[in-house]
Each structure stands twice: as C-alpha cells, then as structure tokens.
C-alpha cells in the first residue's frame, strides 16, 4: 500500500469512529435499530490487505469502540467475525492477485456486488454483536428483529454515505 492509501484510511477510521462515538451512540429508534456505521471502514479496506493485518486493525477498532461503549469485547468479537466473513467473501468472489483497484467501493466493484458484500458482512457483525450482547435465548425473536432492523437502516446508511462519495471507476 502506498502513503496516500494509508493516510487516507487512517483518516476515514478517525471519522467514522468519532461519527460512531459522538453521534450515533446514543441513536435507537425504539430501541430495536441501532446504526452502526463504523463498519464501513473495515468494508472499505483495500483488497490486497494482509490477512493478519486486517484482523489487527478489526481487533483495535472493535477494542476502542467497547472502550467508549462500555462492552466487554462485544465489539472486538463482531469486528473479528466481520472481517472473517470479508475474507472469505473476496476469496470467493474476487481474484485479488490480479485486480487492479485498491478498495472494494461502490464505484470499482458495481452495486449489486457492494450490497451483497456489505449485508452479508453487516448482518453477520450485527448478529454477533446483539446475541453476545443480550446473551439469553429467552429474547431470542426480540434479539433477531433488532438484528435484522439494525442491520437494514446501517446497510442503508452505508449505501447513502457510498453514494455520497459515488466515483465510477471503468472495469
């Protein structure tokens, strides 16, 4: 990775967890959609990351978000679950050795390919995050439908901040 590259995602971590921390912490509608939009900067990290590195940084932004948060490893485990399913699903779908783009955005990869790439990462962090949270099954439905609705308003969210900074590269 070049020192632009690198400057440039130190710098979304930054915003987006002071955007997390300052202003969607206390956000809930109802209690049943909570936003989670510091995600998007372990989505966005380039492809050729190194597998080690990847789960480093998941582990530090999940640690500073259960510091400001006061969970005990909530974060670092939905973080980790995250990038574990970001892994396999570039694996799967993408051929990193030979691709040219540095990022898997909205703009390089298309829009059918970024919604699925992103739900399925989001919904797997949020499923991870509220069932270690609740940590009961007697709240099993209340659990999953905080899941599925948080997991709808962050994908949303993550699609309108992507189409905020839409740049359509060719492929």
């Known amino acids: 990775m070049n020192s632009k590259l690198i400057i440039v995602n130190i710098v979304r971590w930054f ?3 002071l ?3 300052l202003l969607l912490r206390n ?3 109802y209690n049943l959609a909570t936003p989670f939009v510091y995600i998007l900067f372990l989505l966005l990290l380039p492809f050729r990351i190194p597998n080690l590195l ?3 940084v998941a582990f530090i932004t999940g640690l500073t978000l259960d510091a400001f948060y006061d969970t ?8 980790i679950a995250l990038a574990f399913v970001r892994v396999l699903f570039i694996s799967v779908t993408v051929n990193r050795d030979n691709f040219d783009e540095p990022d898997p955005t909205l703009g390089n990869m298309g829009f059918k390919w970024f919604i699925l790439y992103s739900s399925l990462c989001i919904i797997t962090h949020h499923i ?3 069932f270690l949270e609740t940590f009961r099954l007697t709240e099993f439905s209340y659990t999953l439908l905080r899941c599925l609705l948080s997991s709808v308003f962050t994908l949303f969210i993550v699609v309108l901040i992507e189409f ?7 492929r």
């Not at 005990?72 to 973080?79: I, N, T």
């Not at 905020?164 to 060719?170: E, L, Q, T």
């Open 72 to 79: 005990l490893g909530v974060h670092v485990s939905a973080c």
């Open 164 to 170: 905020v900074f839409y740049n359509r590269k060719m």
């Open 19 to 21: 955007t997390q921390i």
């Open 15 to 17: 915003i987006l967890l």
């Open 27 to 29: 956000l809930s509608f």
């Open 54 to 56: 990847l789960y480093l």
């Open 128 to 130: 991870v995050l509220f």
